[in-house]
């Protein structure tokens, strides 16, 4: 790839490599402050059950318990409907409810007290000491049962939230979307054919290596300083303080290297829990998950339900299109609905659109984002049924797609209108890949192919770009750094301000010392953030402009700067390089030059993309190995190919586990598999190497044609390797995961309804 | 319950310290040396993060009993640069991007070092079987068999 | 972590010492890849904990007259890695190379494996169709068991508190012979089988009639099992393509399997029946008789 930029398009080894494989890099469970304490939770074993008393008498007379705290602890809340910002909004009055449990369990794992003490082995047996009196209640296993009229309520004080008046009753759907654009009654009319299909996702984990941790410690005035690994340093500062009633500025998030989040670290329910015990005891103390509660009592994502129904022409031209999405939030409302919404059926030109939404409590763990938040499995059922329309049709599959994708001037599903998109590309790059145009080989294969976007997240950014002394810059921002924000807001500083990049330095530090900036989300940080890195470099320029003018005698408006160096274009023989300008502001006039730089409300600048995949099929254990992958991806402008490959490579990992492995096991509301043993995410043995081809249609809102990369790439491995399951057996699977045992049934059932059918 | 002594070798440096009975070598690393490159992320041999080599071989820290390494001689990520000099398989990892997030890439250079001490020139195939008990959720694994390869193929 | 004492002894009568100790519920060490687990869990609480790998003759593995000899503290890597594993038994260097990760087969063993009494454990089979003894060693002397008796049920095994595993002996393979192990899991590493079969089969070199055929099947019943009426249909015949069909059908009657999280009972039941003729068919192809 050729890029016409100097520093942009160009891979780069990451900024944080070397301190991470050199073992230096510290991340939340690194931490260790002096005479620290440990802390551990008592979760519950009831997926719902009524808290009738909790008695830590005893846990207090343990030597080296040094507090206990419930619910009981937490201050009362003036306004539980206020919200907090990230992919997924949240009233504060649900997270205190998840943050320690009042009068009620929600879910298996759910948090009834914590304890710290001067050892792990300590707290961990003071929680053996707190006898919690419960009053099981039925459980209430899925969005499914939730939404039946006779299931009891698991929150009675729950009204629907819809667009029309509030409902009289409670129920346990949290909200209601309905949205209609065109006529679909008249669009399926003119259909040739329809296919309606129904299908079911399970509950997945983001899966993050690294479990939660945060050490906190309160200052003897009660300043808290709290070092944790979360996707958003603000975030969980707003978040704490507002739960805590804190002052805002009298508290600070220090961000440690944070290992793997995928939306999944957003919560800051650990984080709260060590400024309560931190704030108790006076000590610092440290809180780490174990794995188990990881898998039970942090936010994995939403399972889904759908129906999806599809007509078009027999020229292929979809005329109407009808999704029913039932997402199932867990244990308060809140789930992906609106994202999934947005981005569903976004990849299609359909004239003629009704969605109806439903967002609807269970007693399961309160689903977090996950990686296109929603999106993975709406795009599974959307697939699929595209699929199978094309099949009817009598159309390859791709030219049905290429017939029928968004363009410019399209409009979503939410009737948000596409500005330039670069699916078409992404489709006519999979036409002439030589994965596309290879015939399979061997018995049991099937080739897959599947479409899907990314909205793309923006929210609000900022950053500042200093300028030093020897003419060298740094860059500070509050942006967490997931997997290589460093390293393209360096690329961007030294691209903006044409300096070299062993001049320029990043640092993401605390929310003492950077200015406000949303979290890590949404592929929103390369795209958004680096808008305002781009802004702050402008304007450090122009500042470095304005210092020049005077030196060199001219109007700051006659400055031109290039390479390092300022001149005055109505004479070029007045000139002064980067550096002095640099050197004189620590000594002369206006003084030393700090660009800033914010960004809020971009346009979206939304990611598309289509994977291939060659799947083989034992069709006597139903087990389905990927034999061979290519994604292909509209990056706008790959700032970084290497990450940018990264990227994608990784989120068609997740997306296979997704697929064919990964699931919650649930047995009456109890999870039955929280290790990585049972939770099975794919090995490296259980992937190819994975082929990468990036499409670079620039986005036309931000810099230099960004968008972001990190979400679309998960959205479509369960559909294609369900398309490539069905060329290879025959069989549709509609429900995740399509694991050995599922496809073996459906191949056996395929089978018997062949006897039958000869039979007759 | 008292504390024992352990005395072993930890990356080349004789360490005499006190641990629990029940302590694990992961948190004598971690929580009495201070050795925090070596990372848990599940405490049950399923994901690799804190593997560590000793006595010349792999093993998940979190599952080896400190006192069980008396004598032993103990390497982590700490201890893979010598002289200033990277590993190549450090190199490796940097220049072909085998890392996103960085926790589990400790426990995988260490696979990488214990597989290429052994065979230098494995098959994709057994690289691939030779990191299967390390877990990585950023990279899908592509990035870090080429830069293992890379190390086999004397490229870095 | 659950508090426990620590022990290392330096040889058997130390060992039986501690054994001995009548306050004490104590584990033996050697791997300790699954103890050190259960314990965090909570699932084994034992107040000693004793490492046998400092004691000589836990780490014992020679291959003479009598057979192989593998000591209760012998990894998965050096069982698979000494010669005569891979020669003669290649069912148990199969099944030691399926135990966990490289990390784990570096300090789990064939010994810790079967004392944990897993009904999955993928050493089981193997050691079953090869005839397997187990030494078991205590204060009141030694005693040897068919390892088939060994297994009494899910973490359960036939040793006495006060015993411990000295070892395994595995009599030389019959001439003519030919043993292999397949699981099923639904990655391709790191998992528990689903099903596991092991199948052993010897042939007469000149009729080409089986002899003996020993299969048994791992994670389908509370213990390892032999799929005795799978064997009834071999022995005796010249094994064809048919005979390995009905081979694998019969073996269905040894699985008492359950649901769970890695499987349901009818798919483990289908499971076997595939293994059962996947293993039967490699040993015909080891025999060259294919």
């Known amino acids: 790839m050729t890029s016409k930029y100097k520093y942009l398009g160009k891979t780069t080894e990451a900024v944080d490599a070397l301190e991470k494989v050199i073992g230096k890099a510290a991340f939340g469970a690194d931490i260790h402050l002096p005479g620290m304490l440990y802390g551990k939770v008592l979760r519950s074993p009831h997926p719902h059950a009524k808290i ?6 005893k846990a207090l007379t343990l030597e080296g318990v040094k507090a206990v705290i419930t619910s009981k602890d937490l201050p009362s809340l003036e306004d539980a409907r206020a919200s907090f910002g990230g992919e997924l909004t949240m009233d504060l009055g649900q997270i205190r409810k998840l943050l320690l449990a009042d009068g009620k369990t929600l879910f298996d794992g759910h948090a009834i007290a914590a304890v710290a003490a001067t050892s792990l082995e300590i707290a961990e047996q003071a929680l053996e000491l707190i006898n919690v009196d419960y009053e099981i209640l039925p459980v209430i296993e899925n969005a499914l049962q939730a939404m039946r009229p006779d299931t009891p309520l698991i929150h009675p004080d729950l009204y629907t939230r819809t667009l029309g008046e509030k409902p009289k009753a409670p129920s346990n759907i949290g909200t209601m979307l309905e949205h209609q ?3 679909p009654e008249k669009g399926f009319a003119e259909a040739d054919v329809v296919v309606e299909e129904s299908f079911e996702t399970a509950m997945v984990h983001q899966g993050y290596i690294e479990p939660q941790a945060c050490a906190a410690w309160a200052d003897g005035d009660g300043k808290v300083t709290v070092w944790t690994s979360t996707q958003g340093i603000f975030n969980t500062r707003d978040q704490i303080a507002a739960l805590l009633k804190i002052t805002r500025g009298r508290l600070n998030v220090v961000p440690m290297e944070i290992g793997g989040g995928f939306g999944g670290k957003n919560d800051n329910l650990l984080q709260t829990l060590t400024v309560m015990l931190a704030q108790k005891t006076g000590r610092p103390v440290k809180m780490i998950m174990s794995r188990d509660e990881v898998f039970r009592a942090t936010g994995p994502s939403s399972p889904a339900y759908f129906t999806v129904k599809v007509g078009a022409k027999k020229d292929g031209e979809i005329t109407a299109a009808y999704i029913k999405m039932i997402y199932d939030s867990g244990a308060v409302p809140g789930g992906p609905l609106h994202l999934g919404w947005v981005a569903s059926c976004g990849a299609y030109s359909i004239p003629n659109l009704k969605i109806d939404g439903y967002d609807v409590v269970s007693n399961k763990p309160r689903v977090q984002p996950y990686r296109a938040p929603g999106v993975t499995p709406v795009v599974f ?26 363009k410019e001037g399209d409009y979503m599903p939410d009737d948000q209108k596409y500005a330039r998109i670069g699916l078409k590309e992404v489709l006519e790059r999979v036409a002439s890949h030589p994965h596309w ?52 807001t360096r690329q961007i500083i030294a691209e903006a301000l044409q300096l070299p990049l062993e001049k320029v330095q990043v640092r993401v530090a605390d929310t003492e010392s950077t200015p406000y900036t949303m979290t890590s989300v949404g592929s929103r940080t390369t795209y958004a953030f680096g808008t305002a890195v781009y802004r702050a470099c402008q304007d450090a320029l122009a500042q470095m402009k304005a210092r020049a003018a005077p030196q060199l005698l001219v109007d700051v408006g006659d400055i031109e700067y290039a390479e390092g160096k300022f001149w005055s274009k109505k004479d070029l023989e007045k000139a002064v390089s980067w550096n002095e300008v640099a050197r004189n502001t620590q000594t002369r006039g206006e003084g030393m030059v700090t660009g800033r730089g914010s960004a809020t409300r971009l346009p979206i600048a939304p990611e598309f993309n289509a994977h291939i995949v060659d799947v083989e099929v034992d069709p006597e254990t139903g087990k389905a190995s990927i034999k061979r992958w290519t994604a292909v991806q509209d990056a706008g402008l790959a700032v970084n190919p290497m990450q940018v490959e990264g990227q994608m490579q990784g989120g068609v990992t997740q997306g296979i586990g997704w697929g064919i492995s990964e699931y919650y096991y649930y047995d009456k509301g109890k999870l039955r598999n929280p290790t990585f043993l049972d939770y099975r995410m794919p090995t490296s043995l259980d992937v190819p190497m994975i082929d990468t081809s990036i499409v670079e249609v620039p986005a036309p809102d931000g810099p230099y044609g960004i968008r972001g990369v990190g979400e679309a790439c998960i959205v479509c491995p369960p559909a294609a390797i369900a398309s490539a399951i069905y060329r290879a057996t025959g069989v549709r699977m509609n429900k995740l995961p399509m694991t050995p045992e599922a496809v073996f049934w459906a191949i056996k059932a395929k089978e018997k309804q062949l006897v039958a059918a000869d039979g007759h | 319950m008292a504390k024992i002594p352990l005395v072993f070798k930890v990356n080349g440096e004789q360490q005499e310290i006190l641990v629990q009975p029940y302590q694990t070598l992961l948190s004598a690393l971690r929580d009495e040396l201070r050795l925090t490159g070596t990372k848990e992320g599940c405490s049950n041999g399923n994901c690799g993060a804190c593997t560590v080599i000793v006595n010349g071989r792999t093993a998940d820290s979190c599952l080896v009993l400190a006192a069980e390494a008396n004598g032993a001689e103990v390497t982590t990520v700490e201890g893979l640069s010598q002289n200033g000099q990277l590993h190549p398989v450090q190199k490796a990892f940097m220049k072909y991007g085998a890392l996103q997030c960085g926790f589990c890439t400790p426990g995988f250079l260490l696979s990488a070092k214990y597989l290429l001490d052994s065979n230098p020139n494995p098959t994709e195939h057994e690289i691939r079987l030779a990191i299967a008990g390390n877990l990585c959720r950023c990279t899908g694994y592509d990035k870090i068999v080429r830069a293992i390869q890379a190390v086999a193929q004397a490229e870095v | 972590m659950r508090l426990f004492e620590f022990a290392a002894p330096k040889s058997l009568e130390e060992a039986y010492k501690i054994l001995s100790r009548a306050d004490a519920d104590v584990r033996a060490l050697a791997g300790g890849t699954d103890l050190i687990d259960q314990v965090h869990q909570g699932r084994r609480k034992p107040s000693i904990v004793m490492d046998i790998k400092g004691i000589p003759e836990m780490k014992r593995l020679a291959f003479d007259r009598e057979g192989l000899h593998i000591g209760a503290g012998a990894s998965c890597t050096d069982i698979y890695n000494f ?18 990760s490289v990390q784990i087969q570096n300090r789990a063993g064939i010994g810790g494996n079967i004392c944990n009494a897993a009904p999955s454990a993928d050493t089981a089979p193997s050691l079953i169709v090869h005839n397997a003894r187990v030494v078991i060693a205590g204060p009141k002397g030694q005693r040897v068991l068919p390892i088939e008796q060994f297994f009494l049920g899910p973490g359960q095994n036939a040793m006495a508190k006060d015993e411990i595993l000295l070892g395994i002996v595995v009599p030389p393979p019959p001439a003519s012979s030919a043993s292999h192990y397949l699981r099923f899991i639904p990655r391709e590493e790191m998992d528990i089988a689903v099903a596991g079969v092991a199948s052993m089969v010897v042939i007469d070199p000149k009729s080409k009639v089986c002899k003996t055929a020993r299969i048994a099947l791992a994670s389908v019943a509370p213990t390892p099992v032999r799929a005795k009426d799978a064997e009834a249909v071999l022995e005796g015949h010249v094994i064809n393509e048919a005979l390995i069909r009905e081979a694998g059908e019969k073996a269905i009657n040894a699985a008492k399997p359950i649901t769970d999280v890695r499987g349901s009972i009818e798919y483990r039941k289908e499971l076997v029946k595939v293994l059962t003729r996947r293993t039967l068919t490699k040993c015909l192809e080891t025999l060259g008789n294919r």
């Open chain 1, 52 to 57: 009738k008393s909790i008695d830590y008498s």
């Open chain 3, 83 to 100: 010669p005569p594993v891979k020669k003669n038994y290649i069912s148990i260097a199969e099944s030691a190379a399926l135990v966990g």
């Open chain 1, 181 to 183: 654009r065109g006529d």
């Open chain 1, 381 to 406: 059922a959307i697939e699929t049924t595209m699929d199978i329309l094309a099949e009817k049709l009598g159309m390859d599959t791709l030219k049905f797609r290429l017939r029928n994708c968004a």
């Open chain 1, 437 to 488: 145009n290879t015939p399979l080989e061997g018995p049991n294969r099937g080739r897959g192919l599947a479409m899907g976007m990314w909205t793309g997240a923006t929210l609000s950014s900022s950053a500042l770009v200093m300028v030093n002394g020897d003419g060298s810059a740094t860059g500070v921002s509050g942006q967490v750094d997931l997997t290589g924000t460093r390293t393209t």
